[in-house]
């Protein structure tokens, strides 16, 4: 091993990585193919890969998945992440030292890593870098005085609109990247599945979307002849064996109550029909997590909802839908979030009505009927997908007509349930719930709030942050 990886930690190369302090229009992996990082992923706490749901371009393909980063290349090796199947939606290894003649690096699922040297790319020497990061660490990680907290309150709405649109903007960029890649469709189908996944199951879901394509989808919920119930069965039955949940639950049918089993067998039934006639791979049961979720929350009642509104709207597609609601209502917008919201509010249905899972035999709804997607989920869809998507069509489609009402819909959004970034800041900026600030918040605030904490706070851009007061008034 290089001496030098005695100076520093791996977290110092997860600053690097995530503080884009590399020359990203020279990046190449060891074998010679261009790297372009669209989006660096997120920083993960938890046991697995470094960097959760990062989206690349290798050679001008559009890839997306986790990636891991080592100071030395063997590490992969030396941590048995070769054998571990949490690594197995990693898409770019990525190392300090890269050692030549190791064998290649690979996953457990036998997929070849491509590997990016790292120290070839800094933007800066590693002494500088090191001293850099150091005194940013030695930093408090929050200022304890906001310049925005003194401002007025109409000072504050427009500073948190302003950054709320850069947000949107920022969404929508990321949506017009991947259509090269993908209809709009699919992109509003892979963009609800994240969003069902909420932080712990986001990549999993983003991930079966990739594996499941709409066009199969379409294909499972638009045979002639087949029952609506058949066809809801059916879909069932595909989206819980690809997820891997089904062979998890068909583990467990000996200890499992009769009813459950019956379902469990009947899904079972249709997904090795589907297995006979189309080559697909499985994802693990090991994939998800219900730890600390609540019941409510957990992927197996997300993937029924899917299921569900899925079949409901194949006839139309997903975004037609969308864009008639916006269309219909030109001339109310007031009118069109709440019409949005309730189009993406699912009913429970069937064995969906008593359980929230295949596997567990205990937890049953305390509340019968309750909803699968409810109005909360579906605002959050609306705010954090739907309209970036429509923004990215409308600048498409050079409609500036919709684009704008578009715009007028996201400023006066109701606001999302609060959680732990915008209690934090509305704290910061002085909002308290009896202020008369408090009942003018709208989600696009909030996500003003959530960009301002995410891209200023932890930084200290504190005068930047404020001087956007010039531009927005």
Known sequence: MNDLSQNFKESFLYHIWDGEHLRSDK?????GRRVEIIFRGRWNMDAGPDFLGAIIKINGELKKGDIEIHINSPDWFLHKHHLDK????????????????????QTEAGTVLP????????????????????STKNKKSWPEICLL???????????????????LRLKKERFIEERDYFQFNDLLYQGLC?????????????RLALMLPLAVVWELSGQNGAKRDEKLLKLQSVFFGVSGILSQAEEEIPILPTEIVQFVQRLKFYWLRFKSNHKISEMQFIDWKFFRLRPQNFPTV??????????????????????????????????????????FIVESYGFWQNHFQLQEQNIML???????????KAKEILVNVVLPIVWAYTEEADDFELHN???????????????????????????????????KITSCKQQGMIHLAKSFCPKWYCRECSKIEAETG
């Open 366 to 376: 305390v509340q019968r009927n309750a909803r699968l997607i409810g109005p909360g």
């Open 86 to 105: 949490h690594y197995n939606n990693v898409i770019l290894h990525a190392v300090f030292f890269y050692h030549r003649k190791a064998k290649e690096y």
């Open 302 to 343: 997300r993937i029924a909802g899917l299921c569900k509104f899925l079949l409901l709207h194949r006839q139309a597609g997903l975004l037609e839908p969308v864009l008639s609601i916006f269309r219909d209502l030109r001339d109310q917008p007031v009118k069109i979030f709440p019409a949005l919201q309730n189009h």
């Open 194 to 206: 994240e969003a069902l996944g909420y932080a712990k199951n986001r990549e999993p879901f983003l």
């Open 149 to 167: 907290s003194d401002k007025t309150q109409s000072q504050k709405e427009k500073i948190l609109d302003y950054w709320g649109l850069e947000r």
């Open 27 to 31: 990046l190449e992996t060891t074998d």
């Open 405 to 439: 009402l578009a715009k007028t819909v996201y400023l006066t959004s109701p606001k999302l349930d609060a959680n732990q970034i915008t209690r934090k800041m509305s704290d910061q900026l002085k909002i308290n719930s009896k202020s008369d600030f408090y009942g």
């Open 115 to 134: 590997t990016l040297i790292l120290s070839r790319y800094l933007d800066e020497s590693v002494s500088r870098l090191h001293a850099r990061i150091d």
